[in-house]
């Protein structure tokens, strides 16, 4: 029987050596910058873009180990977007632990004895991890210049640069926008808009170029390449929906970051939007005091969340979610039947349900 975390943790664990064994970690100084641009790595985590790019790979019928450049460079780009929405969110936790930004500040607590000053220090050192990161990642997939096609190469290198790393950036720029919005000016459809640059798009590119890996011809119209890359872009908007419903109703010890920031940064989520939608006039009152309000009481935001409950948002959240995931099962079909086409339907499956 096909065991998906099984897989997942073998291809983390695959994808976490390729990183911390790579020569470029040794070029890193400060060590205590070196420290840092790897803390997320070492604690692990779920690693599915990068073991989504292996699995296209093996579903296009390469081997996945040839992919690992582009898996480690896709991760470690995933890393630095983290660190800088980290610095943006003003969050402390990642992966069940400090994010880089906190990570410097008890690191430096006792040198530096103005909390401004702290502050200040420490954010400026996780900007300057997420760039090294950011070097990082371009080293890695350099790398796969001895596993590919040149033209291969050299099409995903221009896909990375010129088309990923920019939708992703716009995407968080939408997402900080929309905060600052009120709630009558931010559509359902922007929302979706938002997260498919922000969230799918990694999917999406990364389920590209382990399908083109595979069939190692540069060839976008290839059915294999195309299918794949439409699963990953419907399952990566049901991921981030999965994701919004669990900063509400999640745990924050199985999560690994803060529940409840999202209300407090006032993002605007296909959740917050159905809500509002539905709301009666002092629901709705309720909502625009909490939202965006850094001050607001656990309480408060404890209320927010029942009031998602009770307005049926967070359903509706999970029914959109299944909506897109259906949309993916049904591309899943165009695929011949294999281990790595099961294990997608796995993945496909554990989008929706998961608890972390």
């Known amino acids: 029987m096909i065991d998906l975390q099984a897989e997942l943790q073998e291809k983390s664990r695959l994808i976490a050596d390729y990183i911390l064994n790579s020569p470029f970690k040794s070029q890193i100084t400060p060590?205590?910058?070196?420290?840092?641009?790897?803390?997320?790595?070492?604690?692990?985590?779920?690693?599915?873009?990068?073991?989504?790019?292996?699995?296209?790979?093996?579903?296009?019928?390469?081997?996945?180990?040839?992919?690992?450049?582009a898996a480690a460079a896709i991760e470690m780009s995933h890393t630095w977007t983290l660190v800088h929405d980290d610095l943006i969110d003003n969050d402390n936790l990642r992966r069940g632990g400090p994010s880089v930004h906190a990570y410097y500040r008890e690191l430096n607590r006792p040198k530096i004895k103005d909390s401004a000053e702290l502050e200040q220090y420490a954010r400026s050192m996780a900007m300057l991890v997420g760039d090294v990161q950011q070097a990082w990642a371009m080293s890695m997939i350099n790398e796969l210049s001895d596993q590919v096609n040149t033209e291969v190469f050299r099409y995903i290198i221009r896909e990375m640069t010129n088309y990923w790393v920019p939708r992703v950036m716009s995407g968080e720029a939408l997402d900080l926008e929309y905060s600052q919005l009120s709630l009558d000016e931010v559509t359902e459809e922007m929302i979706l808009g938002m997260l498919a640059q922000k969230t799918a798009s990694t999917f999406g590119f990364a389920g590209q170029a382990g399908a083109m890996i595979g069939i190692n011809k540069l060839d976008k119209q290839h059915p294999t390449v195309q299918t794949i890359q439409q699963i990953c872009l419907e399952a990566g908007l049901a991921f981030q929906l999965r994701d919004d419903i669990l900063g509400i109703v999640g745990d924050e010890k199985e999560l690994g970051k803060p529940v409840g920031s999202d209300i407090r940064e006032g993002k605007k989520t296909v959740i917050?939007?159905?809500?509002?939608?539905?709301?009666?006039?002092?629901?709705?009152?309720?909502?625009?005091?909490?939202?965006?309000?850094?001050?607001?009481?656990?309480?408060?935001?404890?209320?927010?969340?029942?009031?998602?409950?009770?307005?049926?948002?967070?359903?509706?959240a999970a029914s959109v979610a299944n909506k897109y995931a259906g949309q993916a099962r049904a591309a899943l079909n165009k695929l011949s039947d294999s281990r790595a086409r099961q294990l997608f339907g796995k993945w496909i499956d554990f989008i929706v349900n998961r608890i972390r």
């Open 272 to 316: 917050i939007a159905h809500a509002y939608r539905v709301a009666d006039a002092s629901q709705k009152q309720l909502l625009l005091s909490v939202l965006g309000n850094e001050r607001a009481s656990a309480v408060e935001v404890e209320r927010v969340h029942t009031i998602l409950k009770e307005l049926g948002s967070i359903d509706y």
């Open 31 to 69: 060590k205590y910058i070196a420290d840092g641009a790897g803390l997320y790595t070492l604690r692990g985590g779920k690693m599915l873009r990068p073991a989504i790019l292996m699995l296209a790979c093996e579903a296009a019928g390469g081997d996945p180990k040839l992919a690992l450049p």
